[in-house]
């Protein structure tokens, strides 16, 4: 008799700096960033476990994004200028796929926003796989900001390794 072996790992992408556009163009959607990344799955399966490769990987699927402001003020300048966000994921020969979206964002000062995750079954693994991968931030403005406001993201993944 033959004994499945699995195991998941929780993994977070390094921190990906980026810079939120000023924003004037109320209710339209904006493209706040395009963030290419590339996860070194091999690396993160060797880091994680002795017993399997990255041969063994069985699923991928995204478990947060997280975006994070830097250098915040109370003057507007943060995420409650915006009363939506979308990410979005494409890597070379995939198509466009929504990872997360947040809508209500709150009018609070807000120098962080863990994004609502919609694609928390959607297959990612050959994504990852990719020799490059871009993430889509959206945001539709509510209120003006005057400055460029510098911030970072980072994404979670949970992998299923199995012999």
Same mark, same amino acid.
């Given at each position: 008799?033959?004994? +499945?072996?699995? /195991?998941?790992?929780?993994?977070? #992408? ?16 904006? #493209? ?6 590339? %996860? +070194? ?6 880091? =994680?476990? +002795? ?6 990987? /069985? ?16 003057? @507007? ?24 979206? #947040? =809508? =209500? ?25 990719? +020799? ?6 959206? @945001? ?5 900001? #005057? ?6 993201? %980072?994404? @979670?993944?949970?992998?299923?390794? @199995?012999?």
């Amino acid at each position: 008799m033959k004994e +499945d072996i699995k /195991r998941d790992i929780v993994i977070e #992408t390094d921190s990906i700096n980026f810079i939120v556009p000023i924003s004037t163009n109320l209710e339209d959607t904006l #493209t706040i960033a395009e963030l290419q990344n590339k %996860v +070194d799955l091999n690396q993160q399966v060797e880091d =994680n476990t +002795d017993q399997f490769t990255l041969a063994d990987l /069985r699923s991928a699927y995204i478990t947060k994004f997280v975006i994070k402001l830097d250098d915040p003020d109370t003057n @507007g300048n943060d995420l409650s200028a915006f009363s939506s966000m979308r990410v979005q994921m494409k890597a070379a020969a995939k198509p466009l796929i929504q990872l997360g979206a #947040t =809508n =209500n964002i709150s009018t609070q000062n807000l120098n962080t926003l863990n994004v609502t995750i919609t694609a928390a079954t959607q297959q990612l693994q050959e994504y990852l796989n990719a +020799d490059s991968l871009t993430y889509v931030i959206t @945001g539709v403005a509510r209120d003006s900001t #005057t400055k460029v406001i510098q911030a970072k993201a %980072v994404a @979670g993944y949970k992998l299923t390794l @199995g012999m």
